[in-house]
């Protein structure tokens, strides 16, 4: 069946690196969509890529998807502790009723 | 102010005694859907509901029941609870079926105990 794949699980970063998650789609997708869930708190969209190797920025992060609408990335520049939290990407099924989801992966942030 | 209103944020139970937790929307979304995180599990669907009276199952509906009589209302029913369904639930609401414009919406979540 149709998967997404996302790594890392985990990343510790010192403040003010960089991070970058990564997801993978077995499927190719009409769209993909990413959240942000803060420790303690509900998923939270942040954006949804649609075209064929588009990029978008909000401030310091950038989002891409890939040629093949089969992958995508998250980049955030300069880490902030405002960032931690995890970050999941998800997919839509052919049905377009469920979306496939990514395991996340947790953004921390090294004391 | 919009958003998804789910009740309630914590419950302690035990095996066995049924519980509803409720979930509503104030934006007129057609879509609502429940879904359950478990640590290592990321977020699995239970039920989702298309619109009005019509709903369907995720991946994981064993043991729930669902009902979408009006637009904004979408309660999880936990007919037995048993000590597996101990996790965080969430509600989510989209304008529309899962594709463009289809972002969901998430409640603050429940977090359920079942002894």
């Known amino acids: 069946g149709q998967q997404v794949m996302q790594i890392p699980q985990y990343q510790h970063v010192q403040e003010g690196e960089d991070f970058t998650t990564y997801c993978n789609s077995s499927?190719?997708?009409?769209?993909i969509q990413w959240y942000k869930q803060r420790p303690g708190g509900h998923p939270v969209f942040l954006i949804q890529?649609?075209?064929s190797g588009e990029v978008k920025k909000q401030k310091r992060l950038t989002f891409q998807f890939g040629e093949a609408k089969k992958n995508s990335s998250l980049h955030i520049t300069a880490t902030q502790t405002t960032d931690v939290g995890t970050y999941f990407c998800?997919?839509?099924?052919?049905?377009?009723?469920?979306?496939?989801w990514g395991a996340g992966t947790k953004l921390i942030i090294k004391p | 102010e919009a958003q998804v209103t789910q009740n309630p944020r914590y419950l302690i139970t035990v095996t066995g005694k049924k519980l509803t937790v409720t979930c509503s929307q104030n934006?007129?979304?057609?879509?609502m859907s429940w879904y359950r995180q478990d640590p290592g599990l990321g977020l699995r669907q239970i039920y989702y509901s298309m619109n009005v009276e019509v709903t369907d199952k995720g991946d994981v509906p064993e043991g729930y029941k669902v009902s979408r009589k009006e637009k904004r209302n979408f309660p999880l029913i936990l007919e037995s609870p048993s000590p597996n369904q101990t996790s965080l639930y969430f509600c989510a609401s989209s304008l529309r079926q899962i594709g463009i414009h289809g972002e969901l919406f998430f409640g603050e979540g429940s977090r359920l105990t079942v002894l």
């Open positions: 499927t190719t997708l009409s769209n």
């Open positions: 998800a997919g839509p099924r052919d049905s377009n009723y469920q979306l496939i």
């Open positions: 890529l649609v075209k």
């Open positions: 934006m007129n979304h057609e879509y």
